[in-house]
């Protein structure tokens, strides 16, 4: 399983972005895919996450600005930024939760980084 997050880029405090991330591969199911934030100097931290059940759950600090959503049949799932801060810069990483057979396993992205000036 892979996965190719895109979206990064840089903008101004208040300003909208939409991150996306593609699993491929062949053989998996994906029971889960996740959104994490390292800011520059700190640890990675989850940001959002979404089952393919339909569940999301959201970190405090991005809640009612940051909605997750997914294209299942298509294996993608996006991170809509909304109201971005200063504080959302750094590198976004996707994650996803996948079983093959009767596995389970995680896979991560490369990092898109979003850059956020005040």
């Known amino acids: 399983v892979q996965l190719q997050a895109s979206g990064g880029g840089k903008v101004q405090a208040g300003q909208s972005l939409r991150l996306s991330c593609v699993a491929s591969g062949s053989g998996f199911r994906i029971n889960y895919m996740s959104w994490y934030h390292q800011a520059p100097g700190k640890e990675r931290e989850l940001v959002a996450t979404?089952?393919?059940?339909?569940?999301?759950s959201y970190a405090e600090s991005v809640k009612g600005r940051f909605t997750i959503s997914s294209d299942d049949t298509n294996k993608k799932v996006y991170l809509q930024m909304n109201t971005v801060r200063p504080e959302d810069t750094g590198a976004y990483y996707c994650?996803?939760?996948?079983?093959?057979?009767?596995?389970?396993?995680?896979?991560w992205g490369q990092g898109t980084q979003v850059t956020v000036s005040s």
């Open positions: 979404r089952t393919t059940g339909g569940t999301t």
């Open positions: 994650r996803a939760g996948v079983m093959m057979g009767p596995r389970a396993y995680d896979a």
